[in-house]
C-alpha cells in the first residue's frame, strides 16, 4: 500500500521555497528597517509587503534585494535602500487618486510602488537601457498605470502637468524651479537637495508661488543630471 505523502507548507500555499523565502523576507524588510526608520503608514507598508523588489536587482543580488542598503542596478546607478523609498513615499501622502511625477525610474522598484498607490505615474529617467529594463519587468508583473519617457527629469514633465506629488530619486544642487509650477497647488514634492556627496531629503509643499519645505532627513544619492541638476562631468 502505497501511503499518500502530506503536501508540505510550501506546496500547500502553492509558492516555491524560494518564492516563500522573499515573501519572508519582505515581512522581515517591513519590521526591521522601515517601521523603525518611522515609515507607520498602512498603504505604504502593504505596499512594500507585496511588491517583489528581488525582481529590481540584477539576478546575482536577488539574495540581497531586502537587505538595508542601497544596490548597484548597472550603469554606475543605483537602487534606494527600502527604508528610503519607504520614507519618500510616505511623505507624499498618497490616497489612490494621484497623478505623480517620479524623476530617475532606476530599477523601476520605486515606481512600483508609486502605481500601487496612486492612479497614473509618469516616470523619467536619462539612460534607455534602465528604463526599457524597468518597462519589462513592470509590464511582467502587471502594473499598467505608468508611462515611461527617457529624457532630462529636472525640467520635469511638461506635458502632463500638473501633477498631485513629484518624487525625484537624485540628488540636487537646488530645487528645479520648474517643478513648482508642475505641482498643484498644495501638492507635495520629496527630492534630496544639496552637494554631490550628500544631501538633505526635502519634502516641500506648493504654497502658491513658494514652497514651504523642511527637511526629512540627511541622504545619499547619485547625482540629478540635467539642465537644471548637476552638469554630467
Ligand atoms: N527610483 C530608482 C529605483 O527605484 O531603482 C532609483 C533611482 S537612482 C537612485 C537615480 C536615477 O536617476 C538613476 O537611474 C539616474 O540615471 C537617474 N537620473 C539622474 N539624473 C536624471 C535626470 N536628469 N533625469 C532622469 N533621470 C535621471
Redesign the pocket.
Known sequence: MVVPRRPSPFQRSGLTPQQQDYQISRKRMIAEQLIPAGVTDPRVLTAMAKIPRHL?VPEGMMSQAYSDH?LH?G??????QPAI?GLMTQALELKGHEKVL????????????LCELAKEVF?????SK?SNR?RRILYDIAYVNFKLRI?????GWPEEAPFDAI?V??GSPEIPSVYLSQLKEGGRLVIPVGGSESQDLVLAIRRGNTFESKVILPCR??????????RET
Do not use: C, H, N
Request: charged share 15%.
Open positions: 529590481f542601497p542596478i550603469e554606475g546607478q543605483t537602487i534606494s523609498v517620479d524623476v530617475g525610474t532606476g530599477s523601476g522598484y520605486q515606481l512600483a510602488v516616470s523619467i529617467e536619462r539612460i534602465l524597468a529624457g532630462d527629469g529636472s525640467m518624487l530619486a537624485a544619492f547619485v547625482k540629478l543630471i540635467g539642465k537644471q541638476g548637476w
